[in-house]
């Protein structure tokens, strides 16, 4: 498990996508479901407090923007075609990158 975070951290870390976040953390947050049909549902595992979201976008395998979110930890993905997408994750002191598929 360890190795395929790091390969993505690699991959992101390799493309203009992800050059100007300040931070990546691996842990921490979870992702629920995933995959997922109509709602991403977004948790702190370190802090219950989701307030602390900023904004949550989401991004296409092709780093295309789709949808944003500000100051929610709960995602209306009804729109969304099935697929791989990245939700990139904004808090006041870090960005975290997590891939999520809409089945």
Known sequence: ?????FIL???FASCSFAQ???EVSI???GIYPNPFNEQ???KNEKDADTE???KIEIYTEQYQKVLSVNRSNVI????LKRGTY???IYYPDQVIIRKVVKK
Do not use: E, T, W
Not at 1 to 5: C, D, E
Not at 76 to 79: E, K, R
């Open 1 to 5: 498990m360890k190795a395929k975070l």
């Open 86 to 88: 990245f939700l990139k």
């Open 76 to 79: 209306d993905a009804n729109q």
């Open 52 to 54: 602390k979201i900023d």
């Open 9 to 11: 951290f690699l991959v």
């Open 40 to 42: 991403i549902f977004v």
């Open 27 to 29: 842990s921490g947050v």
């Open 20 to 22: 100007d976040l300040p």
